[in-house]
């Protein structure tokens, strides 16, 4: 009676071991929830529920991992600021551009060395036009042919000026460039009788200052100036000394009109360039050269034509 008791106590064990094992086995698929439940998504602004585009990175949910809240975005993206349009580049301004001498008694030669003949000089201060560099000679124009200077930092610099907005002004002035070099004649004959009539035996190699002007406004801008600097001085507008321009005339005294009064006491005219800078013919030859302190003394009066 004992060693049954003692089997159905072995009996009762088993089958408690083997209800024990079966329960663990089968729970997971009983308790676990189904597959297809997902976490809701929080609601967004218009109170439906789900997921939109907008701000999405892109690609499916990782099974089982709940999507990070996104922050509202705007329905439109923020305006970009416009592209500003490039500023145009400009251009430096053209000059007018001069040699300028360091020496007295400069010589200008016809071909670009020494071994060239010379066809005059300038000194120091004075100044012929630039056109070209060739080695070490600034080919320049004078006496109406092509010339050269040399190009020695010892001896030449080069200058600028502005260049006047009135083209006419310009063709004025590039008149008188050409006749640089020509030598000062008192009483040369004009080249025309103030009406534009050209008169017989004109030189135009042989100038004073007045039909230096009378030549270079007739070709450069079709103005016909008067015969003398003191008819001359009555033609053109009045232009206040402090607005003194490039292109204007200034008329001057002289020793021996100093004394005088009225237009008699005009002796000479010269073209202006510009800072302080004047194109003429005086005693010597035409020239570009500063105007002296002695020169200034004798200011009268500045007219302007173009």
């Given at each position: 009676?004992?060693?049954?008791?003692?089997?159905?106590?072995?009996?009762?064990?088993?089958?408690?071991?083997?209800?024990?094992?079966?329960?663990i086995?089968?729970?997971?698929?009983?308790?676990?929830?189904?597959?297809?439940?997902?976490?809701?998504?929080?609601?967004?602004?218009n109170?439906?529920?789900?997921?939109?585009?907008?701000?999405?990175?892109?690609?499916?949910?990782?099974?089982?991992v709940?999507?990070?809240i996104?922050p509202?975005?705007?329905?439109?993206?923020?305006?970009?600021?416009?592209?500003?349009?490039?500023?145009?580049?400009?251009?430096?301004?053209?000059?007018?551009?001069?040699?300028?001498?360091?020496?007295?008694?400069?010589?200008?030669?016809s071909g670009?060395?020494?071994g060239?003949?010379?066809?005059?000089?300038?000194?120091?201060?004075?100044?012929?036009?630039?056109?070209?560099?060739?080695?070490?000679w600034?080919?320049?124009?004078?006496?109406?042919?092509t010339?050269?200077?040399s190009?020695?930092?010892?001896?030449?610099?080069?200058?600028?000026?502005?260049?006047?907005?009135?083209e006419?002004?310009?063709?004025?002035?590039?008149?008188?460039?050409?006749?640089l070099?020509?030598?000062?004649?008192?009483?040369?004959?004009?080249?025309?009788?103030?009406?534009?009539?050209?008169?017989?035996?004109?030189?135009?190699?042989?100038?004073?200052?007045?039909?230096?002007?009378?030549?270079?406004?007739?070709?450069?801008?079709?103005?016909?100036?008067?015969?003398?600097?003191?008819?001359?001085?009555?033609?053109?507008?009045?232009?206040?000394?402090?607005?003194?321009?490039?292109?204007?005339?200034?008329?001057?005294?002289?020793?021996?009109?100093?004394?005088?009064?009225?237009?008699e006491?005009?002796?000479?005219?010269?073209?202006?360039?510009?800072?302080?800078?004047?194109?003429?013919?005086?005693?010597?030859?035409?020239v570009i050269?500063?105007?002296?302190?002695?020169?200034?003394?004798?200011?009268?009066?500045?007219?302007?034509?173009?």
């Open positions: 009676m004992k060693k049954f008791a003692v089997q159905v106590v072995i009996l009762v064990l088993a089958a408690a071991m083997v209800f024990s094992y079966t329960v086995c089968i729970a997971p698929f009983i308790a676990s929830p189904s597959k297809e439940t997902t976490n809701p998504l929080p609601d967004n602004s109170g439906q529920q789900g997921n939109t585009d907008e701000g999405n990175s892109g690609g499916s949910d990782i099974e089982g709940t999507p990070p996104l509202d975005t705007p329905e439109t993206s923020p305006a970009l600021p416009e592209d500003e349009e490039d500023e145009p580049i400009s251009e430096p301004e053209p000059k007018a551009l001069y040699v300028r001498a360091k020496t007295n008694g400069l010589n200008l030669r670009p060395g020494t060239y003949s010379s066809v005059g000089y300038i000194d120091k201060g004075d100044m012929v036009t630039f056109l070209a560099k060739e080695g070490n600034y080919k320049t124009i004078y006496k109406n042919k010339a050269y200077i190009a020695n930092s010892t001896y030449t610099e080069i200058f600028e000026m502005e260049l006047h907005a009135n006419l002004v310009e063709k004025v002035i590039e008149e008188g460039l050409r006749l070099g020509f030598p000062y004649v008192y009483g040369a004959i004009r080249l025309h009788d103030g009406a534009g009539n050209k008169i017989r035996n004109f030189d135009a190699s042989k100038y004073d200052c007045s039909s230096l002007m009378q030549y270079i406004f007739y070709y450069g801008a079709n103005v016909n100036l008067n015969m003398t600097t003191r008819t001359q001085v009555t033609q053109g507008t009045h232009v206040a000394r402090s607005d003194l321009a490039r292109g204007d005339l200034i008329f001057f005294t002289n020793s021996q009109r100093y004394n005088k009064t009225g237009v006491r005009i002796g000479h005219v010269a073209l202006y360039l510009g800072d302080n800078y004047i194109l003429h013919t005086a005693s010597d030859y035409a050269e500063q105007i002296s302190t002695q020169r200034w003394s004798y200011y009268i009066e500045t007219r302007r034509f173009v």
